[in-house]
Every structure is written in C-alpha cells, then in structure tokens.
C-alpha cells in the first residue's frame, strides 16, 4: 500500500483503550524510529492525542502496523484490532486534511490538534523517518487547516476541552470567583485551561509540576502560585478544583491521596477534571462521596453549546477539502509517472546522443552540413517514432483502438 492511516479515536475506542496505545510527547521519536526498524515501511509518523493515535505510513502493510502498535505498547494484537481503523492512499489524505482542521475533533473545529500534528512531524524529522510523501502530506494539511479556519466560521465561538472545563466547573460552584483553583501540569492544555480559569477571577490559583521553574513561570502569568508536584500531598486539601493534564505514564492522584483531603477539608466537595491520556487520577477517585470527577471522555456531552455556528460551516470546510485532496491524489499519481519519465527521456537523451555524434563524425570528414543536418533530424525522427509505430502496427482489434487513440492524444494528432 502506498499510503495509509491506521489508529483508532475517541469515536471507535474508550478511554480505557486510547490510554494504553498513547505515546508520550518525548517517546514519539524513539517510537517511529522503533516502527522503521521492526516493519518494512518506507515513511512514517505518529499522532499521539487525548483523543486519537493514528501511524501515518507511506509503502508499508497496515496489518504489520496494526501487529507493531500492540507489540509496542503489550497488548494482544486481538484484544485492540476492533477498536482500529485502516484508511488507504485518498481515504487516509481525507482523514488527515479533517484532523488538521478539526473536523474529526470531539469539540468541533478545536485548534490544538494543529500543534499536535506539528509536534508528530517534528518528531519523525528528528528519528529521520519523514520523506517526500509523508512530509507533502502534512505540510499540505497544516495549508488546508489554515485555508478552512480563514476562509469559514469553523473556529468561531471559542469552545475547546478547556472552555467546556470552566463551564462544567460553573454548574457545580455558584460562583468560581470564591474557589481554589489547581492546575496539575504546565504544557499547553493547562495553559488553555489556566487561561479560561483566571478570567474568572478565581480566589487562588497555582500550579503544581515536576520542574518548579515551569509551574513558576506559567503562575506568573496569571498571578498565581507554584508549588513542586512532589509536595501535592501537602496542599491538595485546600484546593476546590484541581484540573490534571501531564504526560505521566501512571497516575499522579490515588484514592488515598483523596481521601486523606478530602477528610482535611471535612469533606467540602472537590471537582476534578483528568484531561490527559494515559490518565493522572485514578478512576477511581470518583467513587468518593465528596469528588465530582470528570475525563475527556466525560466532557463531550459539555460541548455542544456553541457549535451550530461551526457545524454551519462544515459543508463548506468540506468542500474546500476535497478540492485539496483532488489536488494531493494528482500529485501522488504524477509522482508514480515519474520514473517512467525518467527512462523515456533518458531513452531519447541516447538517441539525440547518438546521433550527434554519428553527425559531427561525418563534419569532421568533410561532408556537406546541409545533408549531415538532413540526416540527423531523419536519423533522430526514426529512432523516437521506431517504438510507437512498431507497437500500432503489432496491435490488433480492441487494443489497436485504444493505442492508436492513446498515440493520438500523446501527439496532439487530430482524426
């Protein structure tokens, strides 16, 4: 196959099941690098998302993907195929022109997966897994991301997994202006929720990471505070919301951390949000009396409001997409010409080789330039026609019909 897509999302698999086939954002370049050695796949890439892992691979087999992506993560190839989808060549160019631009998005029209793909690429630049096809594939989905989001009202009305997390947290609080608010985390899911939480004036807010220097330098931003994510089980109690998104491959808040504030709090309600995959919080932490809990899965019933103004542009996002996949298709088939041109040319480079010499022999000798020159364009016109004629007059019936309009269209030859 020359170009597929394999993976599964949030609209063919749980939760349960996307966390265990997630990449972590340092693992990508290791992990494609592993896929070029293990298969014998030509280019390939990984998108890895709270909502999706999709290979991305040019002259591979989707079956020995489908085998390596459970390898790699220990799983029964048994166990995750039903959850997978196989797109091949203009199925697959669709598929990742709507992922850019956020048609395939659990919030319609969301723009972080665009930075997400970016990353997917870098990382198969830096294991040097990215070649011509794939490399043309991405930058022409990053150019058709941005034509649909200037050119519709697919990203008007700003709802993301962050918005849709402060209006969730507005329907348990009266007021979010009286709580404390923790971000478990400092990457770029945090930074959006951190954003949409301190326009709300929350009463405090901080940060809790590994690397004090980031959680420091994101509070800072928003006036907030900045503890280590080691002293968590210090501080957890005095915070009302806790929003969690790390790349951590186990969890980072037990039941037993939750319980030990939840009782120092004297069981005053928490709300919690877990956006990453593989999660931060233990499923179940929600079993507890006082803890409202919540996944990415759990929001998509929060994000509708909104939409019908990005769900008006669709069709017109779509259009625009397949104009561009028309576009891609043409310039896949244009390239599997290309070595067929090569060796046409390099057939008639021969002949005009040939018989220039054969010219500039018979110059040299004196012969008069006028017939050395009628020679050579005779000579020339012979060997190039040679082939095409040979192959009509060897023909017969239904092929010489068709040949002999083919030769026809190739010579511009009016009948």
């Not at 060549?89 to 029209?109: D, I, K």
Request: aromatic fraction near 6%; include cysteine.
């Amino acid at each position: 196959m020359t170009l597929f897509a394999l993976g599964l999302n949030h609209q063919t698999a749980p939760l349960a099941i996307r966390e265990r086939v997630a990449f972590a954002t340092e693992a990508l370049s290791n992990a494609v690098g592993e896929l070029m050695r293990a298969r014998p796949v030509k280019e390939a890439a990984i998108i890895s998302t709270c909502n999706r892992t999709e290979l991305y691979v040019s002259a591979g087999e989707a079956g020995l993907a489908a085998d390596w992506l459970a390898e790699y993560h220990r799983l029964p190839a048994g166990e995750l195929k039903p959850y997978l989808y196989t797109l091949p060549e203009e199925e697959a160019v669709r598929h990742a022109f709507r992922v850019a631009s956020g048609l395939e998005s659990m919030v319609l029209g969301e723009p972080q997966i665009l930075g997400q793909m970016k990353e997917a690429v870098r990382a198969a630049e830096t294991a040097g897994t990215l070649g011509t096809t794939l490399h043309k594939l991405f930058q022409k989905s990053f150019a058709v991301a941005k034509e649909v989001r200037t050119t519709t009202q697919l990203g008007a009305h700003s709802v993301s997994m962050a918005a849709a997390t402060v209006k969730l947290a507005a329907r348990i609080f009266p007021s979010i202006g009286e709580q404390n608010v923790l971000f478990i985390g400092a990457g770029e899911m945090i930074e959006l929720c951190a954003t949409h939480f301190a326009a709300h004036g929350p009463a405090r807010l901080t940060v809790a990471n590994r690397t004090l220097e980031r959680a420091t330098s994101l509070a800072h931003r928003f006036s907030g505070g900045a503890i280590e994510l080691r002293s968590l089980p210090d501080h957890l109690h005095e915070y009302d919301i806790v929003i969690s998104c790390t790349a951590s491959s186990l969890p980072i808040l037990g039941k037993g951390l939750a319980e030990r504030a939840l009782k120092a709090r004297r069981h005053r309600p928490m709300f919690m949000v877990d956006l990453a995959v593989p999660r931060d919080i233990e499923p179940e932490v929600g079993e507890l009396d006082d803890v409202f809990l919540y996944t990415v899965d759990d929001l998509s019933g929060i994000v509708s409001a909104n939409l019908d103004a990005r769900r008006s542009a669709v069709e017109q996002a779509e259009a625009i997409i397949e104009t561009q996949v028309g576009q891609f298709m043409h310039w896949m088939a244009a390239r599997e010409s290309v070595p067929l041109i090569r060796a046409l040319r390099e057939q008639a480079e021969q002949a005009r080789g040939h018989e220039v010499d054969r010219a500039m022999r018979l110059l040299a000798r004196g012969d008069d330039p006028k017939q050395v020159l009628e020679a050579l364009s005779q000579g020339l016109t012979n060997k190039l026609m040679h082939a095409p004629t040979q192959a009509l007059n060897d023909a017969q019936g239904e092929e010489r019909r068709a040949l002999t309009d083919l030769v026809a269209r190739l010579f511009h030859i009016s009948r």
